[in-house]
Every structure is written in C-alpha cells, then in structure tokens.
C-alpha cells in the first residue's frame, strides 16, 4: 500500500462499504474506520512513514540503482507495521465483482462470473460455472475450490478472480468443464483459528455432500495463507477418518461424518509457519535481506492477530507444517495424490520453512512437486498478473495473449496433465439442486 493508496482508502472506504451494504454481498466486510483509527493512521502517514523513506535515504545501500525500490518498500513495511488493521483491511475495490463484469472481457459473456453463496457456517463465491454445469456443478470435469491469501488478515476472494477466471478459460479451450468457487472466510482478528478451518471444512462438506461433488473431481488451490488452510483443511479431513481409538471415531463420524480427501492441492508460495519468528522458523539461521528482515515484522504481527486466543492444540498442529507434530499423522496420508508446491528464491521468510515441509511430507513417502523459481518473491505469479490484468480484462473474450500471467497459465497447464492423466472427463447429468 503506497500513501497516495492509504488516502484514497480513508477517502473511499465509506463509499465502498456503502456499496457493500446496499448490495449485502460481503457479510466480511471491514470493520468502519473510528476516529481513533483515522487519527492513528494520519500519524503514521505525516510522521513515521516520512521518518522511515528519511532513513531509508540516509543509509548507505550498497546498491544505490535500486535506491526506489528499496525506500518504496520500507515505506510499505512501515505502513505495514503501524496502520489499524481496520484500514489494513479496507478495500479500494467493489467486492461484489463489478468490475469484472463490467469489463470488455466479461461483461456479455454466457457464463456466471462472481455470483455469492452465502451459508449458516461459510460464505464465497463462484467465481465460474461453465454454461453446461451451472445448475449441476458436480457434472463439471474440475471444480477447483480457491482459498485466498492475505495472512488471514486481509484478503478476499475475488481478488484472484481474474487468474482464475484464465484458468477456466485455459481449461475450457481444452474441452473440459470447469466450476471455480472460492472461501469467504472471517479474517483476523475478529476470528482467531481454528474458525478459518472450521469455515472451509463446512465448505468442503457442502461441496461434497449437498452438491454431491465427487472429490476424485475437486482441487484445491491457495496462495500464501490460502495454501496454509489448505493443508489444515487436508489435516482436519485425515483426522476426522484416521485418527483415534474406534470408539472415538464412530463417536466423532455420528457427529462428522467421514469426508474423502480431494483429487489434488496446488499450493502458491503456502506461509507453512505461521511463528515467523519461533525457535522453529528456518529463516532464523539462515542469512535473510534487509526488505525481508522488515516484512518478518509484518508477519509477525499478522501471526499474533491469527493465534491470539487460538486453543493449544491448534496451534500446535497447525502452527507449524515445516516440523514433524506425530498426532498429525503421515503426510503419505494426509496429502492428495497429485499435490504441487511453489516458491521463489527471494523468499527466505516462507522458502526456507516450504522446503521443510516438502522435506517432511517426501520422508513420509508422500508424492509431491515442488518448483523453486530462480529469483522470484512470494507469490510472484500474483503479482505478476496483478500488473497484467487490466491489459487482459481489456480484451474481448476469446482473445488472448500468451505472454500476459504466464505464472498462472503455468498453473493451468499442471492441472490439464492431471486431467489427462486421470482420465476425467464427465458426460452424466446427475439430479441436483439449481440453487446451489
């Protein structure tokens, strides 16, 4: 967030959460600003974010040709750092897809583009149903459930909806049908874990047993957090079905009834330690830049937001995936049989704890990829298409440009071999329910 950002959030926030209300589609929506908030915020922006460009001038940089790019970012750490959560969560952007189907891509297309599904226990999005299947979502050959990024403080699902949306575009030029939903779950810290688990595990239920979507058909998909969730959301499963004595168990599925894990994980740049700054955390003995040194103070006070008021067992099996927890069980169990895991060199806060993980699930016999990119930060293949979309959403539909997101047509290609690979390709209509 740069200042010029900051101010047009205090200035359009009331606007947008007008907008939110009156169309009552973010039952999330950001908490109003107080005036303590803007008060605080004000400070921050006339006093400590000037000291902090100040002294990012001041210090001697050894590479003085990237001396923007260095004081661009302290000055993002520092607003990290010291503006309300409650500005920190605000959204600039409508959240009910506007400007998608306003776009010259979407806005005449004869497929649903961000439509909300709002439950007792969960809320989202689909974010895509092909034609053929929007009524019966579990005819499709994939549907791909999305969980969002944003240290689960800030985030929202449609903020990859663009990305997305190209995969089902990839996917769909393929002849496969596709079905995209994505996972409004409650940001911190008005909701600590486990309620983020408990949000996508009521999801997945829906999904599989309401819609009556086979899990050889879904994948999940999440970036930074999002692939966190992920793997409780897989742990979650594999405890409800595997662990515990037998009583426990039929005490546990007459309650919860067992759920099948899903065809397959793909998982950005997944923050696999939320203790970013724990005994445990690899980046502790490992050499890590000064632009990292500052975000790791950013995560931290994300991860305090996420665990404060956390139960112990929770935060001590989904605390950490980097490091083997015995009650978690085998990761050979607990894994899809197609998972794929991503990270870039130039991201030592979470690429040096995602190759613990790796480490760990490889030595249980589990089948993973992993791809390490030469050079790339935390989730680059979304902030690559974040500065390509609006380039994409201005063309017409069915016009394309190979070189725009190449990270997520990356993506999109994984996913079409595992569809070859598994042969699932649907032609059966099955009785469902329209409303879905």
Known sequence: MSLSSAFRSLWSCEIVSKE???????????PRLTIRDICSTLMVLTIFAPLSVLKSLCRRHKCAKDIKGLVGHELLMCLGRRLPISLIQQNIYPRSGSLLKKSQRYA???????QQVRKSDFAGYWVYRDISVEACPQDADLVLFHLHGGGYVMGHPLDNATELLLIAEILTRRNYTVAIFSLEYTPAPRAPLPTQHNQALAAYAWLTTELHIDP???????ES???????????ELHRRTHLGTMKQQQQQQQQQPPLRKPAAAIMVSPWVNLKPCGPDARANSEEIDARSAAFKQVLERFSQLVLQGSPPETERLHGNFAVRVSE???WKDILPTQTWVSAGTAEPLFRFDTEGFVEAARADGAQLSFELAEGREHVWQTLEARK?????????????DPTLMSGYRHIAEIIV???RESGNQRTKCHPCNPKG
């Open 388 to 400: 390509q979309e609006k380039q994409f959403l201005a063309m017409a539909f069915g016009e394309d």
């Open 225 to 235: 957090a999002g692939g966190h969730l992920i793997l409780s959301l897989l742990l």
């Open 417 to 419: 071999s595992w569809l």
């Open 108 to 114: 005449q297309v004869p497929f649903q583009v961000a």
């Open 216 to 222: 050889s058909q879904l994948y999940l998909m999440g």
């Open 20 to 30: 939110l209300t009156a169309e009552g589609c973010d039952p999330n929506r950001p």
């Open 328 to 330: 978690r069980g085998s």
